[in-house]
């Protein structure tokens, strides 16, 4: 393979034998592979991680974590599952396991996660889930810098629903990297709801992987908040493998400093009559970099497919950087499919306005800002998730008027 | 029965495809393939300085270590490219005309037959013609007028002797030799291509045109066109081109340069219907060109029309450099593709000064099995204060064998540009088409009107001769996709 | 003292002068209509009163109760109690209007030293001046100003105003686009703000919002300056003869 098409990278043999496993032998993507042009690996790749290790000591759920009234909770530190510190009761209609991670091919991502990862977190459900299942995710990597891979299954069968939420956090320690990859299956007429909220310590990695597949009659509704990381990915891909499927995937984003958040997503529409939307929003401070790619594929059967995608950002200082490419790849002609993309500031006359009412500039934007990812939150159909993930960005206004600028 | 049926189809063909004669013509070659010896030739032939040569020689030596680097990104299918099978000059026999009355009248046919006379008495009012045939420019019209004016318009190779300190300025300093692939290929052996120079202050009163046609079989065509719009002038210019029906494709790499000077504008438009292979892909045009305007001037300002119709791929971004402040870029664009046709075709709008402003506007239509893809991008540089760009792409897929695409890359620096992108898909509605037919049209007739309404906005932006031209060509490109 | 009182205001938009010396004094409890053609500098006086940027003040002073107007903030202006009913208000989409006004009202509470208001007092104020105004409740729940048709638009500025009870408003050719039912509306909420410690500036092109607002002083614009002042029969003058004469004065 061609040099830029690939980054060496730290996950090999010496890696592989401190875990006692087989060593993984793929590559991580480089910097000419179109994918992943705007999300280069390099910083990542310098770091001489080592597997997090399994049994480290944690007390508590840290205070970044929303606190989700009524929730059953899941928590994974490092990867492995700590009954100690979750609230398995689940309820009916859903059943937790720990299975084995099945070692398929996919992306180079993927398979990191396949040859590293300790036990998936399964959830089947059966029935219609009433309590909200919050699974945490902490990354904890004490003194030297460390590698995680979580892996969770989520197997809808036909006609159930669960509402799930998903937090990635870290502790204070050294920089750690965290890889999830989630496999969801959405069944005939199940319907999956997924609110995942990332937000890494200032100096982690999170590349994270959804493969979603969605069947007839299937509906599948996500958000995905990215509000910190050195270098975030939340890639989700979804397929439609069944007529009449529907797909809401919406996402938000603030980030300052030097953060870089990158939303990437495909959706493949393989049949007729279903439908997908996606709003995402994002505002950028500092030096910050936000990516969002998304791809809306329309194989030749799927007629009467009915895809939307919108993808807008706002600078709050000079100094961010924003890429965007949202794809049409479409190949049936009976079909409605539209994106839109803007980049921009915040409006001066929505200011002046806001000024001409007595607000000062501060509260201004605040509430500017605030309305301007509304749009997104909004989308989320859960009242009690949409306003914990509403409190987030605004505490995420709050610290960064506490940031001395 | 299936004879006929076939004879039917080879005749349907040709009816669609008028272009697609071959002009009987004894022609200078140079040797099959390519290497320096080669390079040498064609800088001799041309009687070329040494500095040309030697510049040729770079790109050439340059080009061989992009053997890995053949553009692979587009979403384009097509056999590898044996760049030794091909013919690097070809050249009508008889040169150095003392005027238009020494053309092989063969030619002067194969130009008539194209609906582009060369006689002056013959000339549409107000345009000025230099026609390219395979590698070499033969004829510039309207010479005289245009030189008491101060215009240069005349062959790049008639510059390069003419005119050689602004050719040497100029030359590969929008797209360097280093460019890409295809771009320094041409800089190797591009053979001919129009020079056009605007004086201060002068608003061109004549649209100036090129008209190129690639007749030799296996020949490749590398024409160079560089524009040079002085401070405060004006030039439209036009670009058709056209090629004979032939089973093996062709590669046309051309290379175009604008340069606009403070509150220079220029226009360019081109109508590209190059052979598109019949109804099973065999044969046609591989259209790989490399277009860049260069706003270097405050308020300067390039617009770029083009109508995309021909070629089997067609490989294109015409593009602006947004240098000056308050510089202007603009990009309309219709790409019709049917049958095996495949385009991946689009702009980049690189805003570097303050209070540049650009508009994409895209209509792509896509019918029979053919791959039609928008790739553009919008940058915006951290310096770009108060930059704008709106983008508009919308795609009309026309039967459930094809494919339409849009691939728009939005990379902004700066806080207080503003960037819009919107980009539609769909197909032509039957509501619309059935009040067509309600009302007597055929199928065809109705298409071609509604698909006409569809690229307006961008059709009208073309000279009115290139217009009403277009317009028709739109309806014929789809012939045969409906029904 | 006079409650707003504009001095020998000289303005100018990109070098551009507009305002050429203004002189205009509001009392407590007074109606001023300020009439002319388009293009005399009837928007930028407003806008200049409301200190929006972009707009630079040359020359001349501008004093609410006596405190410097120029030496403030836009927000400032507005919390000192200036209110600009805008020609075209802004659609801010994912704001609703109830954030906004609520955010509004206590910015200006909390100027007056009073505590934020409670969260069902608010309610309680909304509903009541929403039903005074004519309007649904639930247009609250709206993003602010967005997919609100003409009217909507010019009776949410009107619900601001009755919200945020201004010392001195200032309606921006509230007239425009409205419906003869509409404008009834707006100046009906305008007329019930009137009070003997507040005034009001009000900009139009046209007489006919002057049959329904109830105002004292009308004054002339023209190329920038006041070119004549009068009481009310100087707006049946103006609808009866046109501006034609104060134009040829002002040249």
Not at chain 2, 74 to 79: C, D, T
Not at chain 3, 2 to 15: R, T
């Amino acid at each position: 393979m061609k040099p830029s098409l690939i980054t060496t990278h730290p996950f090999g043999e010496a890696y592989a034998k401190s875990l006692g496993v087989a060593p993984w032998r793929g590559h991580l993507p480089g910097p000419k592979v179109e994918e992943w042009r705007f999300t280069p690996l390099r910083n990542l790749a310098k770091i001489a991680f080592a597997p997090a290790a399994i049994n480290v000591s944690v007390d508590i759920i840290p205070r970044t974590v929303p606190v989700i009234q009524g929730a059953a909770r899941l928590v994974l530190v490092n990867g492995a599952y700590r009954k100690d510190l979750s609230d398995a009761n689940l309820g009916k209609g859903i059943e937790l396991s720990h299975g084995k991670v099945p070692a398929k091919e996919g992306s180079s991502l993927i398979a990191l996660n396949a040859a590293y990862a300790p036990a998936s977190l399964a959830l089947h459900v059966t029935g219609a889930v009433k309590k909200i299942i919050h699974i945490i995710s902490i990354g904890a990597a004490e003194v030297a810098p460390a590698a995680l891979h979580p892996r969770i299954t989520i197997t809808a069968e036909t006609s159930s629903s669960v509402t799930l939420v998903e937090s990635h956090v870290g502790l204070p320690g050294e920089t750690y990297f965290s890889n999830p990859v989630a496999s969801i299956t959405v069944g005939e007429g199940a319907s999956v709801r997924r609110y995942v909220s990332v937000d890494e310590d200032n100096e982690a990695f999170h590349l994270a992987t959804s493969l979603v597949k969605v069947a007839g009659d299937g509906n599948y509704e996500a958000f995905h908040l990215g509000l910190g990381g050195a270098l975030t990915r939340q890639e989700v891909r979804v397929a439609l493998t069944g007529e009449n499927a529907n797909v809401r995937l919406n996402g938000a984003y603030a980030l300052n400093g030097t953060s870089h958040h990158d939303i990437t997503t495909v959706i493949d529409h393989l049949l007729p009559n279903c439908t997908s939307s996606q709003v995402f929003k994002g505002v950028v401070d500092g030096e910050s970099h936000g990516v969002y790619q998304g791809r809306i594929h329309v194989a030749r059967d799927a007629q009467k497919t009915d895809a939307r995608q919108l993808h807008k950002a706002l600078f709050l200082s000079r100094g961010p950087a924003i890429d965007c490419k949202p794809e049409l790849e479409i190949y049936a002609d009976d079909v409605q499919c539209a994106h839109g993309a803007a980049t921009g500031e915040i409006d001066p006359n929505h200011l002046f306005y806001l000024a001409a009412r007595g607000i000062d500039p501060e509260t201004a934007r605040d509430l500017l800002v605030e309305g301007f990812l509304a749009d997104a939150v909004n989308e989320i159909s859960d009242e009690a998730v949409r306003a914990v993930f509403g409190a987030a960005i605004g505490q995420w206004l709050k610290l960064r008027q506490a940031r001395p600028s | 029965m299936a004879a006929t049926r076939e004879t039917a189809a080879a005749v349907r063909d040709v009816e669609q495809y008028k272009y697609g004669f071959v002009t009987d013509i004894e022609s200078d070659k140079a040797p099959k393939g390519l290497n320096e010896d080669i390079i040498r030739f064609i800088s001799e032939k041309k009687n070329e300085p040494e500095w040309m040569l030697e510049w040729r020689l770079k790109a050439y030596r340059y080009w061989l270590t992009l053997s890995d680097e053949e553009p692979e990104w587009a979403k384009l299918h097509f056999p590898k490219i044996d760049y030794q099978a091909s013919y690097y000059y070809a050249a009508p026999k008889r040169e150095k005309l003392a005027s238009l009355d020494e053309v092989d009248p063969k030619l002067l046919d194969t130009y008539k037959k194209l609906g582009i006379p060369l006689l002056e008495q013959q000339m549409l009012a107000g345009v000025a013609v230099d026609a390219v045939f395979d590698s070499v420019s033969v004829a510039t019209t309207y010479k005289k007028k245009l030189e008491e004016m101060g215009v240069i318009f005349m062959p790049i190779s008639e510059a390069l002797h003419k005119h050689p300190e602004l050719v040497k300025k100029h030359l590969g300093s929008v797209v360097p030799y280093s460019d890409n692939f295809y771009a320094t290929l041409n800089c190797a052996v591009f053979t001919d291509g129009s020079f056009v120079y605007i004086p201060k202050g002068l608003r061109c009163p004549m649209e100036l045109s090129t008209y190129f046609r690639i007749n030799e079989k296996n020949t490749g065509q590398f024409e160079r066109t560089l524009i040079i719009a002085d401070e405060g002038s004006y030039v439209s210019y036009l670009e058709g081109c056209t090629a004979p029906q032939r089973d093996e494709n062709q590669l046309h790499a051309a290379v175009v340069e604008l340069i606009a000077l403070d509150n220079a504008e220029i226009k360019y438009s081109t109508v590209q219907n190059w052979y598109p292979g019949d109804a099973d892909g065999k044969g046609g045009i591989f259209n790989f060109v490399t277009k860049r305007g260069a706003c270097r001037g405050k308020n300067s300002k390039i617009m770029w029309t083009q109508v995309e119709t021909g070629s089997a791929i067609t490989w294109k971004y015409p593009s602006c450099i947004l240098q000056g402040d308050n510089s202007v870029g603009e990009f309309y664009s219709v790409a019709i593709t049917n049958n095996r046709q495949q385009a991946d075709t689009g702009t980049k709008m690189i805003h570097l000064g303050k209070g540049t402003r650009s508009k994409i506007i895209s209509k792509g239509i896509s019918a029979g099995r053919a791959e039609n893809t928008y790739r553009g991008l919008v940058r915006i540089g951290a310096k770009a204060d108060q930059a704008r760009n709106y983008t508009q792409c919308d795609s009309l897929l026309i039967g459930d064998k094809c494919g339409a695409h849009t691939v728009p890359y939005i990379e902004s620096r700066n806080p207080s540009a503003q960037t819009e992108h919107e980009a539609t898909t769909s197909k032509i509605s039957d509501d619309q088409l059935f009040y067509c037919l309600q009302r007597g049209m055929t199928q065809e007739e109705a298409v071609s009107l509604i698909v006409n309404g569809f690229c307006k906005e961008v059709l009208q932006t073309l000279p009115m001769e290139f217009a009403v031209e277009a317009q028709k060509l739109v309806g014929i490109s789809l012939e045969g996709s409906v029904g | 003292m006079a409650l707003l009182e504009i001095k020998n205001l000289h303005a100018s938009v990109a070098g551009k002068e507009i305002l050429k010396g203004i002189t205009l004094k509001l009392q407590p409890g007074e109606v001023h209509a300020i009439m002319g053609p388009n293009g005399t500098g009837k928007s930028t006086l407003s806008n200049v009163i409301a200190g929006r940027e972009g707009y630079e003040v040359t020359k001349g002073e501008v004093y609410l109760d006596g405190q410097d107007v120029l030496a403030m903030a836009a927000d400032e202006r507005a919390r000192a109690g200036i209110f600009l009913a805008f020609q075209y208000p802004v659609e801010i989409p994912g704001v609703t209007t109830s954030a906004f006004l609520k955010t509004a009202l206590n910015a200006k509470r909390r100027a007056e030293g009073k505590p934020e208001i409670d969260a069902m007092d608010f309610l309680k104020l909304v509903k009541a001046k929403t039903a005074a105004l004519g309007m649904p409740y639930d247009m609250i729940k709206r993003a602010l100003n967005v997919g609100f048709s003409g009217g909507e638009k010019k009776r949410a500025e009107v619900l601001q105003m009755t919200m945020l009870e201004p010392r001195v408003a200032i309606l921006d050719e509230t007239d425009s686009g409205l419906d003869i039912d509409a404008l009834k509306i707006v100046s009906e909420g305008v007329n019930s703000l009137r009070s003997p410690d507040r005034a009001f500036l009000v900009i139009t092109h046209y007489q006919r919002l002057l049959y329904y607002i109830v105002h004292d002083h009308v004054h002339v614009l023209a190329n920038g300056r006041v070119v004549a002042s009068g009481g009310k029969e100087l707006a049946l003058e103006l609808e009866a003869e046109g501006y034609a004469k104060y134009l040829d004065a002002a040249a």
